[in-house]
Nanobody, 130 residues
Framework: QVRLVESGGGLVQTGGSRRLSCVVSGGTFRGFAMGWFRQAPGRERQFVAG????????DYADFAKGRFTISRDNAKNTVYLQMNSLRPEDTAVYYC???????????????????????WGQGTQVTVSS
């Protein structure tokens, strides 16, 4: 059974930084594409960032470009999301997800489609105060 456990959420001031971690157990981590999604109250879950099994494809939502960095350590079965210059609108529950077989198109993996992900963590709350 694949299990994903996020950590690193909390309260941070506007302009601050936060590093989220997600540890995966019970599966072949190095074979998974990994993604971070978020969901604010009353809103749909949205893509934040994704990384392919070898890091060859990395994708970000427009709001994350230049502020967030996704990375992975296959030796530690862990994916990270470094978030800088945080804004109140970044307040949400952040989820990591694993995709066993992501779509592949024109030389890149497609990482931003929520329904493609097979396994999900329970989420970690990030609250950015103004």
């Amino acid at each position: 059974q694949v299990r994903l456990v996020e950590s690193g959420g909390g309260l941070v001031q506007t302009g601050g930084s936060r590093r989220l971690s997600c540890v995966v157990s019970g599966g072949t981590f190095r074979g998974f594409a990994m993604g971070w999604f978020r969901q604010a109250p009353g809103r749909e879950r949205q893509f934040v960032a994704g990384i392919s099994w070898n890091g060859g494809t990395i994708d970000y939502a427009d709001f994350a470009k230049g502020r967030f960095t996704i990375s992975r350590d296959n030796a530690k079965n862990t994916v990270y999301l470094q978030m800088n210059s945080l804004r109140p609108e970044d307040t949400a529950v952040y989820y990591c997800a694993a995709d066993e077989n992501p779509p592949y198109h024109t030389g890149l993996y497609v990482l931003d489609v929520l329904k493609e992900y097979d396994f999900w963590g329970q989420g970690t709350q990030v609250t950015v105060s103004s």
